[in-house]
């Protein structure tokens, strides 16, 4: 008997993941020096992590013999005191990707919906098939989630709806009113997934706990890897009402946050000053990549989050042009979008560098 035969068949389908190259990955495949490599590719937060998270996940590194608080007790009671919602409202987990995967095991299964956005990250999508559920994907409207039809799109069989603000890989927002009055109206049968991965990169960010105030069936996702720098670590977490949070908590691995990831964590939330400082930075970012793009005569997407998509002509060709000069960006073909790459904000020097690049790649092309 063949193997595949034995496989649900969700996993005979079901599409992978493309990450955004790693540095040693190109080095190697390259034969260039690590060292000169600049990677723009996975939103990355060019500041590094705080040193308090640093210093927190060196310490906690030397008890690396013992297991982890499976329930990360003191995160969710540091997370609640600073959100000041109760500590069983939160979840913790490998990376907020992780809780993504929590609601499928929690919600859906065969004959289920999940509607999101296209292009929208696209884990959402990848977690509906994997559980053997349909996605049903409402295009964008002017580059931002079209609220509306998404609305439109709930049918009987649909258990989630995500909303990914500010979108990746589009970096556009929709505005706090406009996504409050969505999950309001939302009937009964449905569960609003925000993902708030970049809201901290927002001057006023979307408040979602009058939503939970209110007893409505959403949740929140935040994560550690951007704006605290510590994608290595893979820690985010949830936030929702209690019933959900503890729905997610049943079905989670015994251990599925690591203790350095915790201690991190705990490090970066006694920081308030770093993330306002790589906001600020980040915003000095995108008005210089902005006005750069501009220069070359480039269409972009307006971006409030610490990345731009920029229109270059032929995506996948400028990503290979740019990485053979040691620049890693993100070719979003696999998003429906062959003619844009997206660029993550980096430093100003390393900003320089890869407009630098992107304009020496362009004239070669345009006079190849
Ligand atoms: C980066 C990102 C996340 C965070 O993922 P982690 O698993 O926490 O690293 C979540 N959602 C979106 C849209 C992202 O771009």
Redesign the pocket.
Known sequence: MQLSALVRPAVLTQPTYEPGKPIETVARELGLDPAGILKLA??ENPCGPSPRAVAAATRALAQGELYPDGGCYELRHRLAAVLALAPEQFVV????????ELLGHVFLGPGDEVVMANP??V?YKLVTLLFGARAVEVPLRDWRHDLPAMAAAITPRTKLVCV?SP???TGTANGAEELLAFVRALPPHVVAVI?E??ADYLENPPDLRPLLAEGRKVIG??????IHGL?AL???YGYAGAELAGLLQRVRQPFNVNAIAQAAALGALEDAEFPARCARENRAGLDQLGAAFTRLGLEQVPSVANFILVKVGDGDGVFRALQARGVIVRPVKSYGLPEWIRVTVGSAAQNERLSGELERVLRGRATA
């Open positions: 996975s939103n987990g490998n990376g907020s990707n992780e809780i993504i929208a990250f884990v990914c979108n990746n890989p993902d991965a970049y996702l935040r994560t550690f890897s951007k994608a893979r820690i985010g």
